[in-house]
């Protein structure tokens, strides 16, 4: 990641939101920063699209379990942070703010990504072509809309992520028809700018559909599904994304909560350079993490079963053991 972009503090915990170039092993390295600033993390969702990622991570003081408020260690954590998102790209800048209130976490990832511009980075090609989104913009003369359709894989949460990037690029929705009763889902939206004007340049065009496209894309879930429950504690992410980052494999989203002092955790993995991942490796993370608060959840394609014996032996001992402490109304209504 290139850019941070800031930290919200709330009345819970310190919301810290990260965007930059994805690499292997950065939320390990995120989140091992601040496990040496003494930051618990609650809270973290993750996405990455088109070489992009963007995060949010919730933290509280590892000793109090409060906010993080003080202006001189907040400074300390951005500084170390931007060091680690750089890495070795010191060709992109990393910047930090501070900025307050509250926005659903979901809602502020799109908003985040859209604001750095990962439409119109990488190349969609690695999409599996049934999952690639159909985006279509046309004119409705005779009403003086813009006519959009989306024809993809139907999927939770489909609906949401097409009306936020709408209402965030200040379209406004007049008419919607949604269909989702068949695995391909469809959406037809009646739309114009917040001016009046209907979409009015092929440039602008093309962007409403790679946006559209961009914010079905962050969310379609590549790779192994792993689920992690156990007994929360400080340190409990650093660990095992370590783990994941020493056996070469790659997050392409996370969520990680804690409720009533159990993490319950999903990661979505892949191999080195995208490919599948090696059934022993997962047999071998599981058999340090255990076989019963690591789960496999899906999908048997995204494993490789011509596995080769892992030839690093990683001790931890105490890896789980419990040491206290450490989670629409956008369509107007138009006649």
């Known amino acids: 990641m290139g850019r941070f972009s800031g930290i919200q503090p709330s009345n819970e ?19 091992a920063v601040l496990a040496y600033l003494k930051c618990n993390v609650v809270n973290v969702e993750l996405w990455t699209h088109n070489t992009r990622a963007g995060a949010v991570i919730h933290v509280t003081d590892e000793a109090t379990g409060l906010p993080i408020n003080d202006p001189q260690r907040l400074s300390r954590i951005k500084e170390l942070l931007c060091n680690v998102l750089r890495g070795n790209n010191r060709s992109r800048g990393a910047s930090a703010t501070v900025s307050f209130g509250y926005t659903r976490t979901e809602r502020r990832l799109h908003q985040m990504m859209f604001a750095d511009r990962d439409y119109e980075r990488g190349d969609q090609g690695c999409i599996i072509d049934n999952l690639r989104p159909h985006v279509t913009v046309m004119d409705c003369t005779e009403k003086d809309y ?17 009306v936020c990037t709408l209402t965030d690029m200040q379209y406004v929705v007049f008419h919607a028809n949604v269909d989702a009763e068949t695995p391909e889902g469809y959406q037809e939206y009646y739309i114009r700018h917040l001016d009046g004007c209907p979409v009015n340049s092929e440039a602008e065009r093309q962007r409403l559909v790679q946006c559209l496209q961009a914010a079905i894309g962050r969310r379609v879930s590549e790779g192994l599904k792993l689920e992690l429950c156990a007994t929360d504690r400080v340190g409990l992410l650093s660990d095992v994304t370590r783990l994941f980052r020493e056996n070469s494999l790659s997050l392409t989203r996370a969520e990680v909560t804690t409720r009533g002092g159990k993490a319950i955790n999903t990661f979505y993995v892949c191999g080195a350079s995208g490919h599948p991942v090696d059934e ?4 071998h993370i599981r058999s340090v993490i255990g076989q019963t608060i690591l789960k496999v959840k899906h999908n048997s394609a995204c494993l490789n079963s011509a596995p080769k014996e892992s030839s690093t032996k990683f001790l931890f001992s105490n890896l789980f053991r419990s040491r ?4 629409f109304g956008l369509v107007r209504s138009h006649s």
């Open 146 to 162: 813009s006519v959009v359709t989306i024809r993809c894989r139907d999927r939770p949460k489909l609906l949401f992520d097409t």
């Open 13 to 31: 915990h310190t919301s810290i939101e990260l965007t930059g170039t994805d690499r292997p092993g950065l939320l390990s390295e995120v989140s």
């Open 324 to 327: 206290s402490l450490c989670t």
């Open 280 to 283: 022993k490796t997962i047999d």
